[in-house]
């Protein structure tokens, strides 16, 4: 009995000190989940800056891509080549994590802005707030029929 609980109780501990091991497919969706997430938001962004949709949500907007930039260093820290991650994403990992971190502290900003300034004022830097494209031209090998 006493050992049985002992067992029981080394078991729960161990359980708790190795957490699951993400695979390297669940390493590599997740990323992949924050990206689409990130370009969701630039699309209502986009939707917002042509008119097409009124600005009443910007701010949440803003919000939600400074949250998801936040997050997109982490899911890229587990080095798992693949998807459309070039091998370069690890091997110049100071200036990519550099660069993710700039996008994550020039998003943050951007969502501060926006509770003191008009939609316009806050809107008027995205082109290098949004620098999507800086990073993918190095370190995104896109694929066919992918965008952006
Ligand atoms: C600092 C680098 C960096 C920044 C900034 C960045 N990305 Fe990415 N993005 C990547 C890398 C690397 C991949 C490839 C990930 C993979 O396939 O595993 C990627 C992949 C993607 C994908 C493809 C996801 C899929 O379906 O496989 C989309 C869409 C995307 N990014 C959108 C964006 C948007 C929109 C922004 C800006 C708001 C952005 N990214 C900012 C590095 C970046």
């Known amino acids: 009995m006493m050992k049985a609980s002992i067992a029981t109780a080394v078991c729960l501990v161990a359980a708790l000190c190795t957490p699951a091991q993400a695979n390297d ?3 590599k969706e997740y990323r992949e989940h924050v990206m689409k997430s990130l370009n969701a938001q630039a699309a209502i962004l986009g939707q917002i800056v042509s008119t097409a949709v009124p600005p009443d949500n910007l701010q949440a907007h ?4 400074a949250l998801l930039a936040s997050t997109a260093l982490a899911a890229f820290e587990p080095k798992v080549p693949g998807g459309e991650a070039k091998p370069d994403v690890w091997a110049q990992w100071p200036d990519f994590s550099k660069r993710m971190r ?3 502290d020039k998003t943050a900003a951007a ?7 008009s939609p316009e004022e ?3 830097n995205m082109l290098d707030v949004m620098d999507c494209k ?3 031209e190095v ?3 896109e694929k ?3 965008k952006p």
């Open 25 to 27: 497919e669940d390493v």
């Open 62 to 65: 803003l919000d939600s891509i």
């Open 102 to 104: 700039e996008f994550a």
């Open 111 to 117: 969502a501060k802005l926006g509770h003191t300034a």
């Open 122 to 124: 806050a809107l008027s």
């Open 134 to 136: 800086g990073c993918h």
């Open 139 to 141: 370190y995104r090998n």
């Open 144 to 146: 066919k029929g992918k």
